[in-house]
């Protein structure tokens, strides 16, 4: 029963997030789902923890070390964080959400636990140096190329709603987590993470609120919008749909963001 042992996880690491075991069996539930790279997440901050706790680590079991090698990864040298990468087509992206400590960045609702759930949200000038060295925010050309690699249809909805946007068909579905998403009407908000993008619904912030955690995730490009330099160009997907739009945001606004390696 993965998908009910990572929800009851999930609650109790929301109140207890220094919980040792509970990394450890929410990990293992990840890995039981096919979700590798949160798995691998939680199995470091298990670790992590047994350290600091001064526990025994050699009851860590074999398991945990022999997975966490399994999945490439880079280690961020500015706070020693590490993160799950992924290849997809002829590109290299991290696998999540930048959690990197710069700027005007901060956690979801300023609780840690979203950060390390979610990643931090940037606005859009930090998020154009938030990279580490080797890797960049990637450009508006890159998010498409990723969305033609997984089988994305690019369409136009003007019809649909009115001023119009472009939205990447299927695109959502195929690169959103297996878990983390709302439900709607009688279907999952969860997407099959075909390729191990593994995309999150971290929500947003306009600098003083916050919304959508849980339902909605949207990724900075470095690109800005030509038509009004206060804006920048997103990317961005939702729990009752299996696209990926094309979204202009305030450069105050905080979004997630997501490095591709140079």
Known sequence: AYDAAIYLLDAVLEEYPQRVVAHLNIADAYWGNGERVKAKKHYAKYIRLMNDQNKDISKIPQHVYDR?????????????????????????????????????SCCYHIEEFNCDKYGRLYDWKTAQNACPVGWHLPSTNEWDNLMRT??????????????????????????????????????????????????????????????????????????????????????????????????????????????VLD
Not at 75 to 85: E, F, N, P, S, V
Not at 235 to 252: F, G, H, I, P, T
């Open 150 to 259: 997984v089988g994305g249809k690019r369409k136009h909805y003007s019809e649909k709603y009115g001023d119009g946007f472009w939205s990447w068909d299927n695109a959502g579905k195929i690169l959103k987590s297996k878990s983390s998403w709302m439900d709607y009407e009688d279907r999952s908000g969860n997407g099959t993470d075909n390729y191990g993008f593994s995309a999150l619904p971290g929500g947003f912030s306009d600098g003083e609120h916050f919304a959508d955690v849980g339902s909605s995730g949207g990724w900075w490009t470095a690109t800005v919008n030509n038509a009004d330099k206060g804006f920048g160009q997103g990317r961005d997907m939702a729990y009752n749909n299996d696209n990926v739009r094309e979204s202009m945001y305030y450069k105050y606004d905080e979004l997630s963001v997501r490095c």
């Open 68 to 104: 966490m090698e399994s999945i490439p990864s880079f280690t961020d040298d500015r706070d020693g964080q590490q993160y799950a990468i992924v290849q997809i087509g002829e590109q290299t992206w991290m696998a999540e959400n930048l959690n990197y400590e710069t700027g005007e």
